[in-house]
């Protein structure tokens, strides 16, 4: 078992940036992928970036490119997501995930964190 608790959510107005981070804990860190995913209200969770284990594969969903970076330091068992000029449309609710595989498919994820809220108002 992994648990993953994510925290650094919270109000920015638009062009703002915010820094999220995700805490693992259990089996070991650096073994897994990790990847970014939100859901806004009304709509499916998306994918948002995934980071291989070894800290050199990544991938990011095409909004996410040039603004939003994801990091890890498996020494603290965590994974970030940095995220700069933040848009309202960025308005959802983030989870971290572990496993993966490097998938953009949320189904490929076995572990979850519970979401943390980041708005952005324009």
């Known amino acids: 078992q992994v648990q993953l608790v994510e925290s650094g959510g919270g109000l920015v107005q638009a062009g703002g940036s915010l820094r999220l981070s995700c805490v693992a804990s259990?089996?070991?860190?650096?073994?897994?992928?990790m990847g970014w995913f939100r859901q806004a209200p009304g709509k499916e969770r998306e994918f948002v970036a995934v980071l291989g284990w070894g800290g050199r594969l990544i991938k990011y969903v095409d909004s996410a490119k040039g603004r939003f970076t994801i990091s890890r330091d498996n020494a603290r068992n965590t994974v970030y997501l940095q995220m700069n000029s933040l848009k309202p449309d960025d308005t959802a609710v983030y989870y971290c995930?572990?496993?993966?595989?490097?998938?953009?498919?949320?189904?490929?994820?076995?572990?979850w964190g519970q979401g943390t809220q980041v708005t952005v108002s324009s």
């Open positions: 995930a572990a496993g993966g595989g490097m998938s953009e498919y949320s189904s490929s994820y076995a572990y």
């Open positions: 259990g089996r070991t860190f650096s073994n897994y992928n």
